[in-house]
């Protein structure tokens, strides 16, 4: 499926399916983080009339030309809906239902090395069926793959600060007692209308946030308000001018950091970053939630603290003469092209 109303049409058969609130898993959620760039390309499987499984990728379009090579992201668990029992079944047989469809060449997937997918995937390139590559992701540097940082959390906050370097954790304290001093809020809770007006009002005055195009900015939005679990949470100047805000979902055990913004330039020295993740932390250790997922990675001074789940890169093409010749010539002259081609080709290599 590849039409927007098709996919939405999967809504109500995938309600059955979902056992736990993964709003990753959702049509809907799908369909808000599609990018400038990319078209949808779902699988659905159906037994005896019934929806067993959905399979989300993307295909990769550039300068309006489709590639025929589509992107799926199970880092975090969202590349397939199915229930437990079939899921690597259904996972396989939605995969080679893909790369048969017309027009497909090839899939690029990242998943989970303890995931049946991933022997599902094994399973599939032992068949010889199609032609295919895995290859385990050990860092961040290549932007073909985003990690997912992962950070635990502690039963208290008090022990949390405890697991911190010296420094850190006299910043979180220090940065967090003098913002209380000034007499400025936390805001534990915004409306999705509230996180939209602040967030964009913000874009432009944070540091990292205004490198980023508006539509790529307007889909975290989209993603954040997709869910049906938000998390929205903000900092307020004792004046009422907002300062900070971050958006994000909650998940089983858990939330999901999508985007902060920060009113830098004017309270650059305040660390507002490092005051609302304190104060996140600490009030998501109070619902007794174990992890935050930082959406795309994390810099310091969280860096040093969080882990990144054994994660796999697949490549499965098809194994076709013509679309193997294509790779290898693409390979040899890719890195001559100039630099922004020179990516794509190897991203479809």
Known sequence: MSSNAEIRRLGEAAKPLIQVDEATLDPEFFLASITKGWGPRVVAVYSAGDVVGIMYTKERIISGIPTGIVYGDGSLGGILLSNSVNHQHVFRL????????????????????????????????????????????????????????????????????????????????????????????????????????????????????AQLRLPDFEKSLDMVTATHRPLAVGLKHRDGTWLSVLGGWYRPGGAVLRFQCNYDGNYDTDSLSTVLRAYLIEDLIRQGLKELVIWGGTGPPLSRYVSYPPTVGVRLDVPTVAWRAARFFMSKFGPHLPKRLASAVRWVC
């Not at 509230?194 to 005055?205: I, M, N, Q, S, Y």
Request: a positive charge; charged letters at 25%; one cysteine or more.
């Open 94 to 209: 939605a995969t080679e239902l893909l790369l048969a469809s017309p027009g497909i060449r090839g899939a690029r997937l990242l998943i989970l090395e303890s995931s049946g997918e991933f022997d599902a995937v094994r399973q599939l390139i032992a068949s010889r069926s199609v032609d295919g590559q895995c290859s385990l992701i050990e860092n961040n540097n290549w932007t073909v793959w985003k990690y997912h940082s992962h950070l635990h959390l502690t039963d208290t906050y008090a022990q949390f600060l405890e697991g911190l370097g010296s420094t850190t954790r006299h910043n979180f304290r220090y940065y967090r007692r003098r913002f209380e001093a000034a007499g400025n809020q936390f805001i534990e809770s915004l409306s999705m209308d509230e996180l939209r007006t602040v967030a964009r009002d913000l874009r432009p005055k944070s540091k990292f946030t």
